[in-house]
């Protein structure tokens, strides 16, 4: 599925709004503060400003093109997950993954690999955020809507610090855990 979406995003005849084209081009920067916007946690009624979530803490967010997808499930989440600690001594207070899909889904999906109290796990369920910082991309031939890019991001004090955005979107090389590690 993983390579599906990739050759979809090297498609030049594919179908892209001129909303999605604007947004792109405005892509989040190094210097740049997170936008407000809520997302969700656990249900519906769990509303989470990710700007917020972030203000004054050192964190890392990373997105993924979907929860139970086999590149997240089999190695993006459980990187994060398993290098929890290593992150928590580097001074990282929080992270989070977002990904568009409902707060449902991403609790399950959370629950799956053993997230709690590790990995806050955000469902962006319009793309608002996804599109708000310009890594959205048309998925609907293979994931029925917009979808984010995979990229991660070290934020400090909702400042974006470093961003690394897979260079096909969806590939599993410079946003995973380890990569971000060796950042800090």
Known sequence: MIMMLGNLLRRTDFPVSR????VRLAHLKVGEKLPSVDLFEGSPKGSVDIASLFAGKK????????????????????G?????????????EVIACVSVNDPFVMAAWGEA???????????DTCAAFTK????DFDATPVL???RSK??????????????????????????????LLSQL
Do not use: W
């Not at 708000?132 to 890594?135: E, L, S």
């Open 19 to 22: 909303m999605a084209q604007a």
């Open 59 to 78: 964190g890392i967010l990373f997105a993924v093109p979907g929860a139970f997808t086999p590149g997240c499930s089999k190695t993006h989440l459980p």
């Open 80 to 92: 994060y997950v398993s290098d929890f600690e290593q992150f928590k001594t580097k001074g990282v």
């Open 113 to 123: 690999h053993g997230a709690k109290d590790k990995v806050r796990m955000l469902a």
């Open 132 to 135: 708000a910082v310009g890594m």
């Open 144 to 146: 029925g809507n917009v």
């Open 150 to 179: 995979r990229y991660a991001m070290l934020i400090e004090d909702g400042t974006v610090k470093c961003i690394n955005v897979e260079p096909d979107g969806t590939g599993l090389t410079c946003s995973l855990s380890n990569s």
